[in-house]
């Protein structure tokens, strides 16, 4: 967790993206040394490579820095390079995908006959767009799936004012197990702030709902959308930098907005199932938790 201020100021911001293009930089460099180890090894013709990351980075945009309880573009939209023997690489793909598509899609890739592969992804809910890798610059956006689905819920996002009473505790190093375990039954985070996300993305539009982690809900009429959540609507054909929220208008974007939301909650239903926050610690409106000897 990071909080405190970050004064904006144009040197900070630059002095950020300087260290996060020469991070970029000298990933590239080890990641050409795994290329250059396989092919000195003999073992490039044998080897499928996949690149990818868990997140982006915010980088000033919207003046925000790391990641958080955001969904822009920076933020969520990560890379993905396969390098595969049988293929020619240098070409790419604007097919939507989403990271639980990574395992379907490798056991695609596999040499195993379809039987097995069958067998082997059975239950998963994600979808292999192997096939797309023979002429992926010929898919389009909807070649994989209709959207992807974004799901957050970080418990140490919950409550800044929270964190920034318990975190330096625990980051002295100097309170016992038992210490802390007592300060966190003493002092919880605020359920009620609306910090979890479900956001999906559908090659034009990016649609995110932010909700308590008291109040989840995955509402089916627009009162209800209005009433448990804090809306985000950017098109980003014509706002590529997401700054202008449609869902500051809801009534005037409303077939817009209840269309994008129908997509979000089939996806919930093929990919999370009852999206009810019962994986959460938190019962009765209460965060729980396990005893310092059980975590």
Known sequence: VLFGDWPDEDRRWRALQNYYFNAIRDCDRQVQRVLDS?????????????????????????????????????Q??????????????????????????????????????????????????????????????????????????????????????????????????????????????????DLNNRCGIRSIWDGRYRFSRYFAPNAFNTPTSFESLLANNDLEVYDLLKDPHETNNLALNPKANKALIMALNNTMNQLLAEEVGTDDGSFLPIRNGTLLLAPANER
């Open 38 to 74: 396989l092919h000195d090894n003999g073992l490039a013709d044998d080897t499928i490579v996949v690149f990818t990351a868990d997140h982006g980075e915010l980088g000033g945009h919207h003046q925000m820095r790391d990641k958080g309880n955001c969904t822009y573009r920076e």
């Open 76 to 189: 969520n939209h990560i890379p993905l390079m396969i390098v595969h023997p049988a293929y020619a690489g240098g070409k790419e793909c604007s097919a939507i995908t989403s990271q639980i598509d990574l395992v379907p899609t490798l056991i695609g890739l596999t040499g195993n006959d379809q039987a097995s592969k069958q067998a082997a992804a059975k239950g998963l809910k994600g979808k292999d767009f192997s096939g797309l890798l023979q002429h992926p610059e010929s898919a389009n956006p909807h070649s994989v799936r209709s959207a992807s689905l974004f799901c957050y819920n970080m418990i140490s996002y919950l409550d800044d004012k929270w964190a920034r009473r318990i975190f330096p505790a625990f980051a002295s190093g100097h309170d016992s197990p038992a210490q802390l375990q007592s300060l966190l039954e003493k002092d919880k985070p």
